[in-house]
């Protein structure tokens, strides 16, 4: 289970803000991988959404960003090159690194894919790199350009069409990448490499995988896609190349390293990601969730309030009170659940609220529980059941009220 990908932002090679999504594991997280997409696509094409999905599955995080000048992300495209991809995806294991953990799996589709190689000698916390119809050499995408090679050599820039999009070709950047050869990092890659590839690939040909499957050395692996297109447009093209790449890359971690070796503090620990103005990571033992506000309040909307979290925690502790009752009472109850509706009001409006609440005036929030239960229940102990929720542990803390003891203490005693 995933949770929502959060939005973020950092730096690319020219300055620019790259736009990222980072997808984390609803448990503990056993790595970090870095996703390179395809050339003059996104962080969003199916493929990305698929493989980062199963990865988050396996407890793996997942951070996909836009290169320079594409999808979300800001800069000049037709001032961009092979060179400055790189450069980009650097920034973004340096952003891993800095806020979160280095990434020990890189992935690249395409053009992502010859990235990926070319700069995975520059990651060294990387253990493992999987190609998705990656070229064996950076030059392989001239020929996208059909007839505008000449003309961007003879004019200094050309505008290409590709994908229905207008592009800004610049001869420096047929220069850049006419100086990579990929195969040459592949030879020196010192990591595991899993090289997919369609048979049937009529933009980047099957002899791409040969020669990058050649030239790696082991340990080594090569994971023929059958009939699915370059982009894997078809989802059970990029749900089966999803799926593969989790079972194979889990053979490459050390589970003693990373976030599960790392102790677990006491309580719930939250911190802000600096991620837009509200956005906080929470941390309860080995679970990582995330805390937001809605836009309309200046957030992100990237996950619960807190007021949505105590929601949730009476909703939870409702229901497990009432499980454990039914258990206990060997009743055929097959599935129990709460929707925790949340809202201020006034005291003396409230027709739930005690004497007590009302005598102080004012708002007071009110939560109101709606309980399904499914199952063979007579009325009886269908409003048996109701009285059993008011003895949730949650539900008392919030009639009785709670002590809340807060002091200050350095960083490092947190």
């Not at 253990?127 to 392989?140: E, F, K, N, Q």
Request: hydrophobic share 40%; with cysteine; net charge negative.
């Amino acid at each position: 289970m995933a949770i929502r990908p959060l939005k973020l932002e950092f730096d690319g090679a020219h300055g620019a803000k790259l736009a990222a999504r980072l997808d984390l594991p609803a448990g503990r997280i056993r790595a970090y991988a870095l996703f390179a997409h395809c050339f003059t696509c996104s962080k969003d094409i199916p493929a990305a959404r698929h493989i980062a999905g199963a990865l988050s599955a396996e407890g793996i995080a997942v951070l996909r960003f836009d290169f320079t000048g594409l999808g979300a992300s800001g800069g000049d495209f037709s001032h961009t090159g092979f060179s400055s991809n790189l450069e980009d995806l650097k920034r973004a294991a340096d952003f891993l690194r800095q806020n979160y953990e280095a990434p020990q799996i890189l992935i690249g589709h395409s053009l992502g894919g010859a990235a990926v190689l070319s700069v995975a000698a520059d990651i060294p916390e990387a253990r493992a790199v999987v190609t998705i119809g990656a070229p064996a050499d950076a030059d392989h995408v001239i020929h996208n350009f059909q007839g505008s090679v000449e003309k961007i050599q003879e004019l200094g820039s050309s505008e290409v069409e590709l994908a229905g999009r207008k592009f800004t070709i610049r001869k420096e950047f047929l220069e850049d990448l006419s100086d990579q050869s990929v195969t040459d990092k592949v030879s020196r890659l010192g990591k595991a490499l899993l090289v997919m590839h369609a048979p049937l690939d009529e933009t980047v040909g099957i002899v791409n995988a040969t020669n990058i499957f050649i030239a790696a050395k082991h340990p080594k692996s090569f994971v023929s896609l059958d009939k699915a297109d370059h982009l894997l447009t078809r989802s059970r093209d990029a749900a089966y190349a999803a799926k593969v790449i989790a079972g194979w890359v889990s053979g490459y971690l050390d589970p003693e390293q990373g976030e599960e070796a790392v102790e677990e503090k006491e309580g719930v620990e939250v911190v802000e990601t600096r991620q837009g103005k509200f956005q906080a990571a929470v941390s309860s033992g080995p679970h990582r969730l995330i805390a937001d506000e809605p836009v309309d309040y200046g957030g992100l909307d990237s996950g619960p309030s807190p007021y949505g979290y105590l929601s949730a925690a009476l909703g939870a502790c409702t229901v497990m009170t009432l499980r454990m009752y039914a258990d206990r009472k060997g009743l055929s109850i097959d599935r129990i659940g709460t929707r925790v509706l949340h809202g201020k009001v006034h005291a003396a409006d409230c027709e739930e609220c005690s004497n007590e609440q009302k005598a102080k005036g004012g708002k007071i929030d009110r939560f109101e529980r709606l309980i399904t239960l499914e199952g063979d229940l007579d009325a009886p102990t269908r409003a048996r059941m109701l009285e059993i929720a008011d003895k949730c542990p949650v539900h008392r803390t919030l009639e009785a009220g709670a002590a809340v003891v807060t002091r200050e203490v350095a960083d490092d005693d947190v």
